[in-house]
């Protein structure tokens, strides 16, 4: 099956600092990614939808200067956490899909988990 | 707006029990309905997923959800329950005109031996 990995898997950073996340599909060619967020004992929330080569679209509520996505190729997509805070502390997760519509999988990373101190 | 609810943030069942997890959904179009597990800190697999064909689905580790358009709802359900079901089961919509899946809040399965 499609794999997707995240990279790093656990990251503690400074209050201030910025932390890049990446996503790479492994085995096939992500048209589009999606990042979410899961706090602890909770659902995934939505945070943008990335199509390569072409500007994320964010949710409501979601800070696209605090939260950079870059989707720069067909099989890596980044997140940078920007001057992060503890509050910004969470479960990244991130998904690939191989082609366009619901209709088609996708498939979940198995997700960063950033500490902020 | 599309949504997702799913019913018992905690179910438990014995060994061997029947499974049911429970999810309705609102949508102002024909859905499109997934299951999806978590194990812990890990991300999501697919269990199964409805697109408008049969309304029942099946899906892997012997987990199968009846798409019931009349009650709005896609309930999951597993004849004998395994030690190894227990999970977070995340029960999500989304339309084909919206692209992106909407996730409901989790449920948490307990296998009590």
Same mark, same amino acid.
């Given at each position: 099956?499609? +794999? ?114 | ?17 029947? +499974? ?8 102002? +179009? ?6 999806? +597990? ?76």
């Amino acid at each position: 099956g499609a +794999v997707v990995s995240q990279h790093p898997s656990r990251v503690i950073c400074k209050s201030g600092t910025s932390v890049k996340i990446e996503c790479r599909s492994l085995d096939f060619q992500a048209t589009t990614m999606f990042w979410y967020r899961q706090f602890p004992k909770q659902s995934l929330m939505l945070m943008a939808t990335s199509n390569e080569g072409s500007k994320a679209t964010y949710e409501q509520g979601v800070e696209k200067d605090k939260f950079l996505i870059n989707h720069a190729s067909l099989t890596l997509s980044t997140l940078t956490v920007t001057s992060a805070h503890p509050e910004d502390s969470s479960f990244y997760i991130c998904s690939a899909r191989s082609g366009g519509g619901p209709g088609y999988e996708q498939y979940f990373g198995p997700g960063t988990r950033l500490t902020v101190t | 707006a599309q949504s997702v609810t799913q019913l018992g943030s905690h179910v438990s069942v014995s060994e061997g029990a029947l +499974v049911l997890l429970r999810c309705n959904y609102s949508s102002s +179009v024909p859905p499109y309905l997934f299951w999806y +597990v978590q194990y812990p800190n890990q991300g999501l697999q697919l269990l199964l997923k409805y697109t408008s064909a049969a309304t029942l689905v099946k899906g892997i580790n012997g987990f199968e959800a009846e798409f019931k358009k009349s009650e709005t709802s896609f309930h999951l359900t597993k004849p004998s329950a395994h030690m190894s079901d227990a999970a977070e089961y995340f029960c999500a919509v989304s339309e084909l005109r919206d692209d992106k899946i909407i996730f409901g809040k989790g449920t948490r399965l307990h296998i009590l031996p």
